[in-house]
Nanobody
Framework: VQLQASGGGLVQAGDSLRLSCTAS????????MGWFRQAPGKEREFVAA????????NYADSVKGRFTISRDNAQSTVYLQMNSLRPEDTAVYYC????????????????WGQGTLVTVSS
């Protein structure tokens, strides 16, 4: 199983970015997908998740209203649209897959991508 995340970069506060994560080696439609982030010196934290159908999502309070998670099961890809970025959003962003559901705790996920760095300057 491989999860390949991409789309990170250096942006200014208020800008937007879209992260992508493409999965291979698994039946994508059977997996809930999540995005997490980890800032330097901090623990990995939940950002957003989407159930396998794509119709049910949930978000961390810190990103609600600014970030949108979506998925394309035909392309085995999950996206994270990030708008109104803030310096505190700076982190390495990881995608993860969980069989038959979504969840907030990182330990409940089965597979992880390698991470993509998002840096937001003030």
């Amino acid at each position: 199983v491989q999860l390949q995340a991409s789309g990170g970069g250096l942006v200014q506060a208020g800008d937007s970015l879209r992260l992508s994560c493409t999965a291979s080696g698994l039946t994508f439609r059977d997996y809930g997908m999540g995005w997490f982030r980890q800032a330097p010196g901090k623990e990995r934290e939940f950002v957003a998740a989407v159930k396998y159908s794509g119709r049910i999502t949930n978000y961390a309070d810190s990103v609600k209203g600014r970030f949108t998670i979506s998925r394309d099961n035909a392309q085995s890809t999950v996206y994270l649209q990030m708008n109104s970025l803030r310096p505190e959003d700076t982190a390495v962003y990881y995608c993860a897959a969980r069989l038959y559901g979504d969840a907030r705790p990182p330990y409940r996920y089965d597979y992880w991508g390698q991470g993509t760095l998002v840096t937001v300057s003030s």
